[in-house]
């Protein structure tokens, strides 16, 4: 099968790049495939973050062609018509905020006017953004007013997708796990080359968004610290004031026990984050599902998260880590008491080891595969 990726790829960074290209590897084991990446995925004076090019020494790099503005419509009609010359059997488009809607819907609609046989399917994080705006519903029936179908990767997407597009196929799918951070590091070698002292890690990872929840996290510090000596790493570029919360660490009198770095970590410092860690903490106040989980299941981390979207999916409570209530401090505390009171840590990892298994390439291939005879017929 002849196939097209379209999302952000390399030299763009971020997660969504890294799935772009750890599908891309998967898929070419079996199909002919390429890339069609962005020459501009978000004006400078829309993106809070500080690059949105990779720096460092990058782990997977994979050839893109760079032809998507996401406001410049000629560049959609010239991607509509390289597709349409270069007759993939299959468009797979990584979708996640309506933001991208017009780019992507008018390169569908144009693909699908000219040669029907090209079919469209949407890997989706998100149907419904986590921050929602008005107008939102309307982009998002737009981008999927003519695909054919949809891999959802929770049940939460599931609903909103159902919801929306009642007549369209769709495959649900878990979220793979993510290997393209290098090797599982010793925890000890780990700690030494980040220069953290042999403690208790509790590791917060991922870009730094109100609905993250760190804030709720280290408000949780104190009560925790009553229990257990444990030190916060919270890394991830900060998409809000980073301020606020450095000021509200310092009022907390937490200066010696929360590490904040908001430096954007190139992919080959991830893995030194999550080994260094024994456990990874996912406070959100909302989501569908996380990609940091598949990153932490990656080097076996057990994680502590909010019952929220599709987390209590992947993270299983009692046996690959916690669940708790979000917007809570006291619950989130009690949970990160429990976890080194009753060194659940060990266990936990054995059971990660196990559930991962779940969370291969492989299925998602064959998931694609799958929808693409459904959608074909």
């Known amino acids: 099968m002849k196939i097209t990726i379209l999302g952000t790829a390399y030299p763009l960074r971020g997660g969504i790049a890294h799935y772009v290209a750890l599908l891309y590897e998967h898929l070419r084991k079996k199909h002919d495939v390429n890339i069609i990446t962005f020459s501009l995925q978000y004006p400078k004076i ?90 939102d519903i309307f982009l998002t029936k737009y981008a999927f007013m003519t695909v054919d179908g949809g891999i959802v990767q929770s049940d939460a997407v599931e ?77 991830g570029e900060a998409y809000e004031d980073e301020l606020k919360y450095r000021n509200h660490i310092e009022k907390l009198g937490l200066s010696e026990n929360v590490i904040l770095n908001t430096d954007y970590v190139p992919n080959n410092e991830v893995g030194k984050f999550f080994s ?50 979000p917007n809570s401090p006291k619950k989130l505390a009690e949970a990160v008491i429990r976890f080194y009171e009753e060194n659940k840590e060990s266990i936990f990892v054995e059971n990660v080891i196990q559930e991962k298994q779940k969370y291969s390439w492989d299925r998602m291939v064959e998931s694609i595969e799958k929808l693409y005879e459904i959608i074909k017929k």
């Open 46 to 135: 829309l993106f809070p973050g500080k690059t949105q090019e990779e720096k460092g020494e990058d782990l997977l790099k994979v050839p893109g062609k760079q032809m998507m503005n996401t406001v410049n419509p000629f560049s959609w009609i010239r991607t509509a018509f390289h597709i349409l010359k270069t007759k993939p059997d299959l468009l797979i488009f990584k979708y996640w905020m309506p933001f991208f809607a017009p780019c992507y819907g008018t390169i569908t609609l144009l693909t699908k006017i000219f040669n029907r046989n090209i079919k469209v399917i949407y890997i989706c994080d998100n149907i419904i953004p986590h921050e929602r705006r008005i107008g």
């Open 276 to 325: 260094a860690a024994d456990v990874v903490v996912l406070p959100y106040k909302s989501a569908t599902q996380s990609g940091i989980v598949q990153i932490a299941y990656n080097f076996n981390k057990p994680v502590i998260a909010t019952d929220v979207g599709g987390l209590s999916e992947v993270v299983i409570n009692e046996k690959t880590g916690f669940i708790v209530e």
């Open 159 to 235: 609903k909103d997708f159902v919801t929306l597009f009642p007549n369209k196929k769709f495959i649900n799918t878990p979220h793979p796990v993510y290997t393209i951070f290098g090797n599982i590091l010793p925890k000890g070698e780990a700690k030494k080359e980040l220069k953290l002292d042999d403690e208790k890690i509790i590791l917060f990872f991922g870009y730094i968004r109100p609905y993250k929840g760190l804030d709720i996290l280290i408000d949780a510090m104190p009560e925790i610290l009553k229990k257990v000596k444990v030190k916060l790493v919270a890394v």
